[in-house]
């Protein structure tokens, strides 16, 4: 008889063959003990954490550790079921109002986490009538939300407004029905969507336009409201998604639209309905966050200059990276992923945490070392991180 | 309209580079278990596919797609409909 488990033995047999030649398990990370935004005890060492996407560096925030310790204490520890079962909290209902007014959209919805909102959304919008027409890069999420739906489901070529026109094109009459994906920052390679071309042709096919500002929200735009905001675009994106577990340090995921109307599908979309709600001191200390990302553009100043310290150090290394500064930066490494494990490995042992990216997950085909920056990295641990980057440098050139 | 084996004929051109030892391709041909294609050679193979064909392949057909002749019965009913 076939073990359910025998369809698992190919992956189970490539991760042993990374353990046995790296010595270590890189997707099996035990961190035993948070030190900060930044740094953590990892092997019994203190490591300095550069892939955690801990963008304004705010999980250790005093104003957001003590708004969830209060709402731990009046309202307890879970909300022990979904907003329609056991109803929403006052809460819920002012971080939707509180979203709503930093968009200035009519329409707010919260989700227990990003990847819910994602999957909610693009698996109830869009109905067997309708076309998703998404960027090949898009994150799962936004994947597994359209195999969750019932629309005909077609990728565009990455950040390639003609080649969307083409589709749309080709589409015919159905182009008005269909709605066009894009990410604001692409999570693997920390490069931007052309978004002022995407809207140009989907304004021209009448279609309409979902940017997920997940990576985005906090990074980009003067008030951090993301690339729409910072390309002025706003008026023009119909639905923006994102996540609280980036730049807000919190868990949760959101949507806003320009369209009141977004408020009717809340109680049709079944990610929102058969899910626990988020937890009072989640909720409460992503409102505090939101507050202080609203009120704070020294966070994103210092997010950027570290960004742009990593950056130019290392291509002044050499190194080949993503194609422009972005707080995600990814290493393309010309090793095969074996070796790539191993570097890896060694900066880890070196006190550097990064994210080991491998094909088919890596939108270059090759592995990648990922890191994401934080505000809260200090001028010592950007050195720290390029110091490290710079013995896997002179790793490579001594075993080309 | 295209001919079911004139769709094949072309996809067995476009499929011949993918398999690491050359291998007879037929209808019956599987693109994963025969021909070795993992997911992104899968979605690479499918982007040649739109651009040869000039049509948009939606991702909702491949489920139903295991062999190069369940391929070209998908792209005469897409060709059909464009």
């Known amino acids: 008889m076939t073990s359910l488990f025998d369809k698992f033995l190919p992956l189970e047999e490539t991760r042993a063959e990374l353990v046995a030649g790296s010595g270590v398990d890189p997707f099996h990370v035990v961190v035993e003990r948070v030190v900060s935004a930044t740094e953590a005890m990892i092997n019994g060492r203190k490591v300095i954490m550069a892939g955690t996407n801990n963008y304004l560096g705010l999980t250790f925030d005093p104003e957001c550790v003590a708004a969830a310790c209060t709402a731990l204490r009046e309202e307890g520890t879970g909300t022990t079921g979904s907003r329609m079962a056991n109803g929403s909290y006052a809460a819920h209902v002012a971080l939707e109002n509180e979203l709503a007014a930093f968009f200035s959209c009519p329409a707010a919805i919260v989700f227990s986490t990003g990847y819910i909102a994602n999957l909610a959304i693009l698996s109830t919008l869009v109905g067997p009538e309708d076309v998703i027409l998404l960027d090949v890069d898009c994150h799962a999420s936004i994947y597994d939300g359209t195999r969750l739906g019932a629309a005909q489901v077609i990728r565009f070529r990455h950040n390639d407004p003609a080649d969307l026109e083409k589709r749309l094109q080709r589409l015919g009459e159905r182009a008005g029905n269909t709605l066009v994906v894009v990410e604001g920052i692409y999570s693997m390679l920390g490069d931007r969507a052309p978004l002022r071309e995407i809207v140009d042709v989907k304004n021209r096919y009448g279609a309409s336009l979902l940017v997920d500002e997940a990576h985005s929200l906090g990074v980009l735009g003067q008030q951090g409201r993301g690339l729409a905001e910072e390309l002025d675009v706003e008026a023009e994106v119909d639905f923006i998604t994102g996540t609280f577990s980036k730049s807000l340090g919190t868990i949760g995921g959101f949507c806003v639209s320009r369209w009141p109307e977004l408020e009717y599908a ?46 130019q150090g290392l291509a002044a290394m050499g190194f080949e990276l993503g194609p422009e500064i972005s707080p995600v930066i990814a290493v393309r490494l010309p090793t095969s992923v074996s070796e790539t494990t191993a570097l890896w490995s060694e900066l880890l042992s070196q006190g550097i945490y990064v994210n080991l990216v491998l094909p088919p997950a890596t939108p270059s085909g090759g592995p990648l070392l990922r890191c994401s920056l934080s505000a809260a990295h200090s001028q010592v641990q950007i050195s720290a991180i390029l110091d490290a980057f710079s013995l896997i440098k002179e790793k490579l050139q001594s075993h080309p | 309209m295209q001919s079911k084996e004139d769709i094949l004929e072309q996809l067995f051109e476009l499929v011949r580079p993918y398999p690491e030892q050359p291998i007879e391709l037929r209808a019956q041909t599987r693109l994963i278990d025969d021909v070795g294609l993992n997911s992104m050679k899968v ?17 909702n057909i491949l489920p139903d797609v295991q062999t190069i002749g369940e391929f070209a019965e998908q792209l005469q009913k897409l060709l059909k409909d464009s």
Do not use: G
């Open chain 1, 266 to 311: 809340r109680y049709a979309m079944r990610p929102y309905m058969f899910t626990a709600s988020s937890s009072p001191p989640l909720i409460s200390s992503t409102r505090k966050a939101l507050e202080i990302l609203c009120r704070s553009t020294a966070l994103r100043k210092r997010l950027w200059d570290n960004a742009t310290q990593l950056y």
């Open chain 2, 43 to 59: 979605m690479e193979l499918v982007m040649q596919i739109e651009d040869h064909f000039d049509i948009s392949v939606p991702l």
